[in-house]
């Protein structure tokens, strides 16, 4: 899989060796072979895109992820993005997921699909066009790159999760934010493409913590947003409009949701914005 993706289907389930070369190919991009007198090292410059099964069947909201899939920390820290995904009872998903499969039992085909499948030729051709692209991170990003990952830290230190914020995190946003920017076919990556990794990597985070991750989510968004405004003013009483926006929109909320917290505590004398809609002042 060397210059490609490598996929791994119950990763759950690997001998201890296994699990010990995945270590070298994740922090390495090698493979050491030693076979028939034979020792060399190949090259294993790969994606790895993994799924695991619970213990026993079942995820534990209880336990920590490492516990409900028995792999090391080590290990975990190493991917980019961890997604729980929970077969949560849903009548509606139930019964859509029943009716296919029984369709497909009858027919021996896929049902019509509502829409019209993009060709998969013309999607490697562009897959293709994008790998060519070797996106560059501007300098005027780093300060805006740095001080994302030091709040991202202070909230998991404030905040007591198990989740883990560690430089490999940003080495994470600094990946993904050059595969967005590689999507777009561009040379450069732009605060939009950082914006959109630490919002992959905050829902990330929230399917991980489950029930205990949806509490900021259940909250008002004006008052979630509210405070997120307000951790951006470290020096001074005032912030800049488009930085406390473009934060808001990294944590996933909706430029509407912004605009009507804006309009909300401004109503209550909270804050002030200027003329220009350049600046956010606290009163």
Not at 193 to 215: C, H, P, Y
Request: aromatic share 6%; proline share 4%.
């Amino acid at each position: 899989a060397d210059q490609g993706v490598c996929c791994i289907d119950e990763f759950d389930k690997m001998a201890e060796a296994d699990r010990t070369a995945i270590h070298e190919v994740m922090e390495q991009q090698t493979i050491s072979i030693a076979k028939a007198g034979i020792l060399t090292t190949l090259n294993a410059r790969c994606s790895i895109l993994a799924a695991a099964n619970p213990a026993y069947g079942r995820y534990n909201p209880r336990r920590s992820l490492e516990q409900n899939i028995q792999l090391p920390a080590a290990l975990l820290s190493r991917f980019d993005l961890l997604w729980l995904i929970q077969d949560r009872p849903d009548r509606d998903n139930d019964l859509r997921l029943a009716q296919h499969i029984t369709y497909v039992h009858q027919h021996s085909r896929q049902p019509p699909a509502q829409f019209e499948p993009l060709d998969m030729k013309l999607m490697r051709r562009y897959i293709a066009m994008c790998r060519e692209k070797q996106p560059a991170v501007p300098e005027s990003l780093a300060d805006y790159i740095t001080a994302a990952y030091v709040e991202m830290r202070r909230e998991a230190w404030a905040s007591k999760d198990a989740t883990y914020t560690s430089a490999r995190t940003l080495l994470a946003i600094l990946r993904l934010s050059t595969a967005l920017a590689r999507l777009r076919m561009v040379d450069t990556v732009e605060k939009e493409d950082v914006n959109e990794a630490i919002r992959l990597m905050e829902m990330s985070k929230d399917s991980l913590l489950g029930d205990k991750g949806q509490t900021a989510r259940t909250q008002r968004p004006a008052d979630v947003i509210f405070a997120t405004v307000r951790e951006l003013v470290s020096e001074g009483r005032s912030v800049r409009f488009s930085e406390a926006e473009q934060r808001c929109i990294s944590r996933g909320f909706t430029p509407a949701q912004f605009q009507a917290a804006l309009d909300e505590y401004e109503e209550l004398n909270v804050w002030q914005v200027n003329t220009a809609r350049t600046r956010i002042t606290f009163v």
